[in-house]
Protein backbone atom coordinates (compact mmCIF):
# COMPACT_ATOMS: atom_id res chain seq x y z
CA UNK A 1 0.00 0.00 0.00
CA UNK A 2 1.26 3.63 -0.95
CA UNK A 3 0.11 6.81 0.56
CA UNK A 4 0.99 10.61 -0.39
CA UNK A 5 2.56 12.93 2.04
CA UNK A 6 2.00 16.70 1.14
CA UNK A 7 3.92 19.60 3.22
CA UNK A 8 0.94 22.31 2.26
CA UNK A 9 1.03 25.66 2.06
CA UNK A 10 2.37 26.54 -1.10
CA UNK A 11 0.23 28.29 -4.20
CA UNK A 12 0.32 26.34 -7.36
CA UNK A 13 1.88 28.51 -10.37
CA UNK A 14 2.80 26.91 -13.74
CA UNK A 15 0.94 25.14 -16.51
CA UNK A 16 -0.78 21.28 -16.15
CA UNK A 17 -1.60 19.16 -18.67
CA UNK A 18 -4.79 16.98 -18.52
CA UNK A 19 -5.20 13.26 -20.03
CA UNK A 20 -8.09 11.32 -21.53
CA UNK A 21 -11.71 11.44 -19.96
CA UNK A 22 -11.99 8.25 -17.32
CA UNK A 23 -15.78 8.27 -17.75
CA UNK A 24 -15.60 8.45 -21.49
CA UNK A 25 -13.00 5.28 -22.05
CA UNK A 26 -14.02 3.15 -19.41
CA UNK A 27 -17.23 2.82 -22.02
CA UNK A 28 -15.26 3.36 -25.36
CA UNK A 29 -13.01 0.29 -24.47
CA UNK A 30 -16.22 -1.96 -24.11
CA UNK A 31 -17.68 -0.70 -27.60
CA UNK A 32 -14.72 -1.77 -29.38
CA UNK A 33 -16.69 -5.19 -28.82
CA UNK A 34 -18.90 -4.64 -31.13
CA UNK A 35 -16.99 -3.94 -33.76
CA UNK A 36 -16.33 -6.35 -36.85
CA UNK A 37 -12.30 -5.01 -37.07
CA UNK A 38 -9.53 -3.76 -35.09
CA UNK A 39 -9.44 -0.12 -33.32
CA UNK A 40 -7.25 2.04 -32.17
CA UNK A 41 -7.55 4.05 -28.91
CA UNK A 42 -5.69 7.26 -28.30
CA UNK A 43 -5.35 9.90 -25.38
CA UNK A 44 -6.19 6.90 -22.75
CA UNK A 45 -5.68 8.06 -19.22
CA UNK A 46 -3.17 6.42 -17.52
CA UNK A 47 -5.35 5.14 -14.47
CA UNK A 48 -6.03 1.51 -12.95
CA UNK A 49 -10.02 1.79 -14.36
CA UNK A 50 -8.58 1.18 -17.81
CA UNK A 51 -6.04 -0.99 -16.71
CA UNK A 52 -8.84 -2.83 -15.13
CA UNK A 53 -11.17 -2.56 -18.32
CA UNK A 54 -8.24 -3.62 -20.69
CA UNK A 55 -8.07 -6.88 -18.14
CA UNK A 56 -11.99 -7.67 -18.89
CA UNK A 57 -11.44 -7.43 -22.59
CA UNK A 58 -8.62 -9.64 -22.70
CA UNK A 59 -9.99 -11.92 -20.09
CA UNK A 60 -12.94 -12.42 -23.25
CA UNK A 61 -10.26 -13.25 -25.54
CA UNK A 62 -10.05 -9.90 -27.22
CA UNK A 63 -6.23 -8.89 -28.09
CA UNK A 64 -5.19 -5.93 -26.69
CA UNK A 65 -1.61 -4.42 -27.66
CA UNK A 66 -0.56 -0.82 -26.01
CA UNK A 67 0.91 1.51 -28.93
CA UNK A 68 1.81 3.94 -26.30
CA UNK A 69 0.98 4.86 -22.12
CA UNK A 70 -2.21 6.49 -23.45
CA UNK A 71 -3.06 4.90 -26.99
CA UNK A 72 -4.14 0.90 -27.51
CA UNK A 73 -4.71 -1.44 -30.24
CA UNK A 74 -7.81 -4.00 -29.92
CA UNK A 75 -8.68 -6.58 -31.95
CA UNK A 76 -12.42 -7.83 -30.95
CA UNK A 77 -12.10 -10.85 -33.40
CA UNK A 78 -10.78 -13.15 -30.70
CA UNK A 79 -13.40 -12.44 -28.20
CA UNK A 80 -15.36 -15.54 -27.49
CA UNK A 81 -16.08 -15.36 -24.21
CA UNK A 82 -19.21 -13.87 -22.87
CA UNK A 83 -18.40 -14.09 -19.04
CA UNK A 84 -16.60 -11.42 -16.81
CA UNK A 85 -16.09 -12.51 -13.88
CA UNK A 86 -15.48 -11.12 -10.01
CA UNK A 87 -12.29 -10.96 -9.94
CA UNK A 88 -11.73 -8.93 -12.64
CA UNK A 89 -14.85 -5.96 -12.05
CA UNK A 90 -14.22 -5.37 -8.68
CA UNK A 91 -13.80 -1.89 -7.68
CA UNK A 92 -14.90 -0.29 -10.72
CA UNK A 93 -18.46 0.88 -11.85
CA UNK A 94 -17.87 0.59 -15.37
CA UNK A 95 -17.63 -2.79 -15.38
CA UNK A 96 -20.90 -3.07 -16.05
CA UNK A 97 -20.72 -1.83 -19.93
CA UNK A 98 -19.50 -5.27 -20.32
CA UNK A 99 -23.19 -5.95 -19.55
CA UNK A 100 -24.15 -3.88 -22.76
CA UNK A 101 -21.50 -4.56 -25.13
CA UNK A 102 -21.28 -8.80 -24.82
CA UNK A 103 -25.31 -8.51 -25.06
CA UNK A 104 -24.68 -6.89 -28.31
CA UNK A 105 -21.87 -9.05 -29.80
CA UNK A 106 -23.16 -12.49 -28.47
CA UNK A 107 -26.53 -11.88 -27.76
CA UNK A 108 -25.73 -13.05 -24.03
CA UNK A 109 -23.57 -11.31 -21.00
CA UNK A 110 -22.82 -13.23 -17.66
CA UNK A 111 -21.07 -10.25 -15.50
CA UNK A 112 -20.33 -10.32 -11.73
CA UNK A 113 -21.94 -7.25 -10.84
CA UNK A 114 -20.07 -4.00 -10.31
CA UNK A 115 -18.26 -2.43 -7.87
CA UNK A 116 -17.11 1.28 -7.50
CA UNK A 117 -16.90 4.19 -4.99
CA UNK A 118 -19.31 3.63 -2.10
CA UNK A 119 -22.37 6.12 -2.12
CA UNK A 120 -25.32 4.36 -0.80
CA UNK A 121 -27.12 2.51 -2.64
CA UNK A 122 -25.90 1.60 -6.66
CA UNK A 123 -28.94 0.19 -8.24
CA UNK A 124 -28.98 -1.05 -11.95
CA UNK A 125 -32.35 -1.17 -12.27
CA UNK A 126 -32.36 1.30 -15.46
CA UNK A 127 -29.75 -0.43 -17.28
CA UNK A 128 -32.04 -3.93 -16.79
CA UNK A 129 -35.25 -2.09 -17.84
CA UNK A 130 -33.01 -0.90 -21.02
CA UNK A 131 -32.13 -4.60 -22.21
CA UNK A 132 -35.42 -6.34 -21.10
CA UNK A 133 -37.03 -3.06 -23.76
CA UNK A 134 -34.67 -4.45 -26.32
CA UNK A 135 -35.57 -7.93 -25.79
CA UNK A 136 -33.50 -9.65 -23.29
CA UNK A 137 -33.79 -11.45 -20.14
CA UNK A 138 -32.18 -10.41 -17.19
CA UNK A 139 -31.55 -12.20 -14.31
CA UNK A 140 -29.32 -12.30 -11.33
CA UNK A 141 -28.13 -15.11 -9.83
CA UNK A 142 -25.33 -16.63 -7.90
CA UNK A 143 -23.69 -13.35 -8.00
CA UNK A 144 -24.10 -12.92 -11.54
CA UNK A 145 -26.12 -10.64 -13.82
CA UNK A 146 -26.87 -12.93 -16.98
CA UNK A 147 -28.52 -11.21 -19.46
CA UNK A 148 -29.75 -13.16 -22.89
CA UNK A 149 -31.44 -12.22 -25.92
CA UNK A 150 -32.31 -14.16 -29.28
CA UNK A 151 -32.06 -10.87 -30.99
CA UNK A 152 -32.03 -7.69 -30.15
CA UNK A 153 -34.89 -5.09 -31.03
CA UNK A 154 -34.92 -1.66 -31.07
CA UNK A 155 -37.32 0.11 -29.01
CA UNK A 156 -38.41 2.92 -26.92
CA UNK A 157 -37.17 3.30 -23.71
CA UNK A 158 -38.30 5.86 -21.05
CA UNK A 159 -35.38 6.45 -18.51
CA UNK A 160 -36.89 7.00 -15.29
CA UNK A 161 -33.61 8.70 -13.22
CA UNK A 162 -31.16 10.47 -15.71
CA UNK A 163 -28.58 7.52 -15.23
CA UNK A 164 -25.01 7.45 -17.32
CA UNK A 165 -24.36 4.25 -16.86
CA UNK A 166 -28.17 2.89 -17.69
CA UNK A 167 -27.82 5.68 -20.93
CA UNK A 168 -24.14 3.90 -22.62
CA UNK A 169 -25.53 0.71 -21.66
CA UNK A 170 -28.28 0.82 -23.59
CA UNK A 171 -26.15 2.62 -26.60
CA UNK A 172 -24.40 -0.34 -26.67
CA UNK A 173 -26.69 -3.05 -26.57
CA UNK A 174 -29.11 -1.22 -29.24
CA UNK A 175 -26.54 0.17 -31.75
CA UNK A 176 -26.64 -3.33 -33.70
CA UNK A 177 -30.45 -3.94 -32.73
CA UNK A 178 -32.83 -4.22 -35.39
CA UNK A 179 -34.90 -1.23 -36.00
CA UNK A 180 -34.93 2.29 -34.06
CA UNK A 181 -34.35 2.56 -30.05
CA UNK A 182 -35.32 5.73 -28.32
CA UNK A 183 -33.88 6.76 -25.21
CA UNK A 184 -36.09 9.59 -23.32
CA UNK A 185 -34.65 11.57 -20.16
CA UNK A 186 -31.35 10.20 -21.06
CA UNK A 187 -28.04 11.49 -19.66
CA UNK A 188 -26.55 14.75 -21.80
CA UNK A 189 -23.10 14.42 -20.22
CA UNK A 190 -19.60 14.67 -22.48
CA UNK A 191 -18.95 10.87 -22.12
CA UNK A 192 -22.39 10.56 -23.74
CA UNK A 193 -21.40 12.23 -26.61
CA UNK A 194 -17.94 10.79 -26.78
CA UNK A 195 -19.40 7.10 -26.68
CA UNK A 196 -21.86 8.34 -29.56
CA UNK A 197 -19.30 9.86 -31.85
CA UNK A 198 -16.81 6.55 -31.39
CA UNK A 199 -19.64 4.41 -32.60
CA UNK A 200 -20.81 6.56 -35.33
CA UNK A 201 -17.23 6.25 -36.41
CA UNK A 202 -17.48 3.31 -36.81
CA UNK A 203 -20.55 3.38 -38.79
CA UNK A 204 -23.57 2.97 -36.17
CA UNK A 205 -26.36 5.48 -36.59
CA UNK A 206 -27.06 7.48 -33.21
CA UNK A 207 -28.57 11.10 -33.49
CA UNK A 208 -29.32 13.26 -30.52
CA UNK A 209 -26.36 12.13 -28.02
CA UNK A 210 -25.70 15.14 -25.47
CA UNK A 211 -29.72 16.02 -25.66
CA UNK A 212 -32.48 14.17 -23.20
CA UNK A 213 -33.41 12.16 -26.35
CA UNK A 214 -30.92 9.93 -28.31
CA UNK A 215 -32.01 8.02 -31.40
CA UNK A 216 -30.28 4.92 -32.80
CA UNK A 217 -31.21 3.35 -35.72
CA UNK A 218 -29.30 0.05 -35.66
CA UNK A 219 -27.21 -1.59 -37.76
CA UNK A 220 -25.86 -4.59 -38.56
CA UNK A 221 -21.82 -4.32 -38.77
CA UNK A 222 -19.25 -1.31 -37.63
CA UNK A 223 -15.95 -1.18 -38.70
CA UNK A 224 -12.86 -0.56 -37.06
CA UNK A 225 -11.79 3.23 -36.52
CA UNK A 226 -8.87 5.33 -35.19
CA UNK A 227 -10.28 7.41 -32.14
CA UNK A 228 -8.99 9.80 -29.84
CA UNK A 229 -11.20 10.39 -26.33
CA UNK A 230 -11.88 13.72 -25.58
CA UNK A 231 -10.27 15.37 -22.46
CA UNK A 232 -10.90 14.38 -18.61
CA UNK A 233 -13.61 17.58 -17.30
CA UNK A 234 -13.51 16.06 -13.84
CA UNK A 235 -9.68 16.17 -13.66
CA UNK A 236 -9.22 19.80 -15.19
CA UNK A 237 -11.79 20.68 -12.90
CA UNK A 238 -9.59 19.32 -9.76
CA UNK A 239 -6.97 21.41 -11.20
CA UNK A 240 -8.74 24.16 -11.46
CA UNK A 241 -10.40 24.18 -7.88
CA UNK A 242 -6.84 23.39 -6.12
CA UNK A 243 -5.37 26.19 -8.30
CA UNK A 244 -7.92 28.50 -6.06
CA UNK A 245 -7.78 26.49 -2.92
CA UNK A 246 -4.10 27.16 -2.82
CA UNK A 247 -4.09 30.88 -4.00
CA UNK A 248 -2.26 30.00 -7.14
CA UNK A 249 -1.95 30.77 -10.93
CA UNK A 250 -2.36 27.70 -12.99
CA UNK A 251 -3.07 27.17 -16.83
CA UNK A 252 -4.62 24.04 -17.40
CA UNK A 253 -3.92 22.62 -20.91
CA UNK A 254 -5.49 20.06 -22.98
CA UNK A 255 -9.48 20.64 -21.89
CA UNK A 256 -12.60 21.50 -23.42
CA UNK A 257 -13.81 24.65 -21.77
CA UNK A 258 -17.34 24.07 -22.88
CA UNK A 259 -17.29 20.79 -20.80
CA UNK A 260 -15.97 23.27 -17.96
CA UNK A 261 -18.83 26.26 -17.47
CA UNK A 262 -20.32 25.10 -14.31
CA UNK A 263 -16.96 24.93 -12.65
CA UNK A 264 -16.18 27.75 -14.17
CA UNK A 265 -19.18 29.77 -13.28
CA UNK A 266 -18.81 28.78 -9.54
CA UNK A 267 -15.75 29.44 -9.30
CA UNK A 268 -15.96 32.60 -10.49
CA UNK A 269 -18.75 33.36 -7.80
CA UNK A 270 -16.06 32.32 -4.94
CA UNK A 271 -13.84 35.04 -6.42
CA UNK A 272 -11.31 33.54 -8.76
CA UNK A 273 -9.90 34.84 -11.92
CA UNK A 274 -10.33 32.87 -14.74
CA UNK A 275 -9.39 33.08 -18.22
CA UNK A 276 -10.62 30.54 -21.10
CA UNK A 277 -8.59 29.84 -24.35
CA UNK A 278 -9.28 27.73 -27.23
CA UNK A 279 -8.13 24.66 -25.69
CA UNK A 280 -6.62 26.14 -22.04
CA UNK A 281 -8.14 27.65 -18.85
CA UNK A 282 -5.94 30.12 -16.65
CA UNK A 283 -7.20 30.20 -13.00
CA UNK A 284 -5.82 32.40 -10.51
CA UNK A 285 -6.96 33.24 -6.45
CA UNK A 286 -5.57 36.25 -5.31
CA UNK A 287 -8.04 37.33 -1.97
CA UNK A 288 -9.79 34.55 0.40
CA UNK A 289 -12.56 32.85 -1.23
CA UNK A 290 -16.13 33.87 -0.79
CA UNK A 291 -18.67 32.06 0.43
CA UNK A 292 -21.64 30.21 -2.62
CA UNK A 293 -23.84 27.83 -2.78
CA UNK A 294 -23.51 24.60 -4.72
CA UNK A 295 -25.71 22.07 -6.13
CA UNK A 296 -25.00 19.13 -8.02
CA UNK A 297 -26.86 17.90 -11.05
CA UNK A 298 -26.76 16.00 -14.14
CA UNK A 299 -25.09 17.68 -16.70
CA UNK A 300 -25.05 20.50 -17.95
CA UNK A 301 -25.33 20.99 -13.84
CA UNK A 302 -22.51 21.38 -11.40
CA UNK A 303 -20.94 17.97 -11.36
CA UNK A 304 -21.55 15.65 -8.53
CA UNK A 305 -17.90 14.08 -9.17
CA UNK A 306 -16.64 18.17 -8.27
CA UNK A 307 -18.55 17.89 -5.29
CA UNK A 308 -15.96 17.23 -2.61
CA UNK A 309 -12.97 19.16 -4.40
CA UNK A 310 -15.03 22.37 -4.58
CA UNK A 311 -16.18 21.66 -0.55
CA UNK A 312 -12.26 21.97 0.46
CA UNK A 313 -12.32 25.37 -1.00
CA UNK A 314 -15.72 26.72 0.69
CA UNK A 315 -14.22 25.65 4.16
CA UNK A 316 -11.65 28.38 3.23
CA UNK A 317 -14.36 30.34 2.40
CA UNK A 318 -15.04 33.62 3.57
CA UNK A 319 -18.76 32.89 5.78
CA UNK A 320 -20.97 30.12 5.22
CA UNK A 321 -21.90 28.07 2.12
CA UNK A 322 -24.46 25.44 1.53
CA UNK A 323 -23.77 22.15 -1.09
CA UNK A 324 -26.06 20.06 -1.58
CA UNK A 325 -25.91 16.97 -3.45
CA UNK A 326 -28.21 16.54 -6.06
CA UNK A 327 -27.60 13.03 -7.37
CA UNK A 328 -26.06 10.35 -4.90
CA UNK A 329 -27.79 9.47 -1.52
CA UNK A 330 -24.55 9.59 0.22
CA UNK A 331 -21.80 11.66 -0.78
CA UNK A 332 -20.65 13.18 2.30
CA UNK A 333 -18.44 10.57 3.75
CA UNK A 334 -15.12 12.56 3.50
CA UNK A 335 -16.40 15.75 5.40
CA UNK A 336 -15.58 13.63 8.06
CA UNK A 337 -11.87 13.38 7.26
CA UNK A 338 -11.48 17.16 5.86
CA UNK A 339 -13.20 17.77 9.53
CA UNK A 340 -9.61 16.12 10.92
CA UNK A 341 -7.79 18.96 9.25
CA UNK A 342 -10.30 21.92 11.10
CA UNK A 343 -13.05 22.04 8.43
CA UNK A 344 -16.07 23.19 10.05
CA UNK A 345 -18.95 21.30 7.66
CA UNK A 346 -22.23 19.58 9.50
CA UNK A 347 -23.77 17.56 6.82
CA UNK A 348 -27.54 17.63 7.18
CA UNK A 349 -29.14 14.94 4.86
CA UNK A 350 -28.28 15.75 0.97
CA UNK A 351 -26.81 19.16 2.17
CA UNK A 352 -23.56 20.30 3.82
CA UNK A 353 -23.66 23.58 5.79
CA UNK A 354 -19.93 24.65 5.20
CA UNK A 355 -18.38 27.42 7.82
CA UNK A 356 -15.27 28.61 6.42
CA UNK A 357 -12.35 28.56 8.62
CA UNK A 358 -9.09 30.72 7.93
CA UNK A 359 -6.55 27.69 7.17
CA UNK A 360 -6.97 23.67 7.33
CA UNK A 361 -4.60 22.12 9.47
CA UNK A 362 -2.65 19.01 7.91
CA UNK A 363 -3.18 15.90 9.35
CA UNK A 364 -3.12 12.04 8.49
CA UNK A 365 -6.49 11.12 6.76
CA UNK A 366 -7.66 9.05 4.26
CA UNK A 367 -9.05 8.49 0.87
CA UNK A 368 -12.53 7.21 1.77
CA UNK A 369 -13.30 7.38 -2.52
CA UNK A 370 -12.14 8.75 -5.66
CA UNK A 371 -13.17 12.25 -6.00
CA UNK A 372 -13.20 12.38 -1.54
CA UNK A 373 -9.59 11.34 -2.25
CA UNK A 374 -9.00 14.24 -4.90
CA UNK A 375 -10.35 16.58 -2.12
CA UNK A 376 -7.72 15.34 0.53
CA UNK A 377 -5.45 16.19 -1.67
CA UNK A 378 -6.12 19.68 -2.39
CA UNK A 379 -6.79 20.54 1.69
CA UNK A 380 -3.38 19.39 1.62
CA UNK A 381 -1.67 21.44 -0.26
CA UNK A 382 -3.92 24.37 0.96
CA UNK A 383 -3.58 23.27 4.45
CA UNK A 384 -0.61 24.30 6.46
CA UNK A 385 2.21 21.36 7.82
CA UNK A 386 2.29 17.99 6.48
CA UNK A 387 -0.83 16.10 5.26
CA UNK A 388 -0.91 12.03 4.78
CA UNK A 389 -3.10 10.67 2.43
CA UNK A 390 -3.77 7.61 2.87
CA UNK A 391 -5.57 4.56 0.96
CA UNK A 392 -4.94 5.57 -2.01
CA UNK A 393 -5.75 3.08 -4.75
CA UNK A 394 -9.12 4.93 -5.00
CA UNK A 395 -7.26 8.15 -6.39
CA UNK A 396 -5.29 5.71 -8.89
CA UNK A 397 -8.37 4.57 -10.20
CA UNK A 398 -9.40 7.69 -11.76
CA UNK A 399 -5.86 10.66 -11.68
CA UNK A 400 -2.90 9.78 -14.07
CA UNK A 401 0.42 10.88 -12.33
CA UNK A 402 -0.94 12.94 -9.69
CA UNK A 403 2.18 14.01 -7.42
CA UNK A 404 4.25 14.35 -11.06
CA UNK A 405 1.39 17.01 -12.07
CA UNK A 406 1.36 18.54 -8.86
CA UNK A 407 4.68 18.68 -8.07
CA UNK A 408 5.65 20.55 -11.51
CA UNK A 409 3.06 23.07 -10.17
CA UNK A 410 5.44 23.35 -7.39
CA UNK A 411 3.73 21.58 -4.92
CA UNK A 412 5.39 19.27 -2.47
CA UNK A 413 3.89 16.17 -2.52
CA UNK A 414 5.35 12.81 -2.59
CA UNK A 415 3.88 8.89 -3.27
CA UNK A 416 5.49 6.59 -0.50
CA UNK A 417 5.43 3.07 1.00
CA UNK A 418 2.91 2.98 3.69
CA UNK A 419 5.20 0.90 5.31
CA UNK A 420 8.43 2.19 5.28
CA UNK A 421 10.32 4.86 6.13
CA UNK A 422 9.31 7.97 4.07
CA UNK A 423 11.48 10.78 2.72
CA UNK A 424 11.25 13.75 4.96
CA UNK A 425 10.17 16.62 2.27
CA UNK A 426 12.63 19.48 2.60
CA UNK A 427 12.09 23.43 2.47
CA UNK A 428 8.61 22.86 3.04
N1 LIG B 1 -29.64 5.13 -10.64
C1 LIG B 1 -30.75 4.35 -10.43
N2 LIG B 1 -30.90 3.22 -11.21
C2 LIG B 1 -29.99 2.86 -12.16
C3 LIG B 1 -28.86 3.68 -12.36
C4 LIG B 1 -28.71 4.81 -11.57
O1 LIG B 1 -31.59 4.66 -9.59
O2 LIG B 1 -30.20 1.84 -12.82
C5 LIG B 1 -29.46 6.37 -9.83
C6 LIG B 1 -28.21 6.31 -8.97
O3 LIG B 1 -28.46 5.68 -7.74
C7 LIG B 1 -27.88 7.78 -8.84
C8 LIG B 1 -28.33 8.38 -10.17
O4 LIG B 1 -29.23 7.44 -10.73
O5 LIG B 1 -28.62 8.35 -7.81
C9 LIG B 1 -27.22 8.65 -11.17
O6 LIG B 1 -26.45 7.47 -11.39
P1 LIG B 1 -25.68 7.18 -12.76
O7 LIG B 1 -26.21 5.91 -13.31
O8 LIG B 1 -25.72 8.40 -13.61
O9 LIG B 1 -24.20 6.96 -12.26
P2 LIG B 1 -23.15 5.90 -12.79
O10 LIG B 1 -23.34 5.67 -14.23
O11 LIG B 1 -23.11 4.74 -11.87
C10 LIG B 1 -21.41 7.69 -13.53
C11 LIG B 1 -19.97 8.00 -13.25
C12 LIG B 1 -19.83 8.52 -11.83
C13 LIG B 1 -20.69 9.78 -11.68
C14 LIG B 1 -22.15 9.48 -12.10
C15 LIG B 1 -23.02 10.72 -12.12
C16 LIG B 1 -18.86 6.40 -14.65
C17 LIG B 1 -18.03 5.18 -14.75
N3 LIG B 1 -19.22 6.77 -13.41
O12 LIG B 1 -21.80 6.71 -12.58
O13 LIG B 1 -18.47 8.92 -11.72
O14 LIG B 1 -20.71 10.20 -10.34
O15 LIG B 1 -22.16 8.89 -13.41
O16 LIG B 1 -22.51 11.68 -12.98
O17 LIG B 1 -19.13 7.05 -15.64
C18 LIG B 1 -16.43 9.27 -10.67
O18 LIG B 1 -15.92 9.39 -11.79
O19 LIG B 1 -15.84 9.57 -9.60
C19 LIG B 1 -17.79 8.75 -10.56
C20 LIG B 1 -18.28 8.25 -9.45
Redesign the pocket.
Known sequence: MQKFVIKGGKPLRGSVRIGGA??AA??ILPAVLLSDEPCVIENLPEIS?VTSILKALTSIGAEVKMLSKSSVSIDPRPAKSFTVTKDITKG???S??MLGALLSRCNRARVSP?G??D???????????GFEALGAKVIIDNGMVYARAPKLMGASIY??????????NIMLAATKAAGLTVIENA?K?P?IVDLANFLNSMGANIMGAGTGVIKIRGVSHLHGSNYSIIPDQ?EAGTYMVAAAATGGDVTIENVTPKHLESIVAKLIEIGADVEEFDESIRVSMKSRPKKCNVKTM??PGF???MQPQIAVLLALADGTSIVTEG???N?FRYVEQLSLMGADIQVDGKSAIITGVNHLNGAPVKAV???AGAAMIIAGLAATGETTVEEIDHID??YENLAEKFKSLGAHIERVDDFSEYKVIKNA
Open positions: KNVADMRASYPGCFGVRPIDQHIKLDVVSVGATIAEHIPHPTDVWDRDLRRG
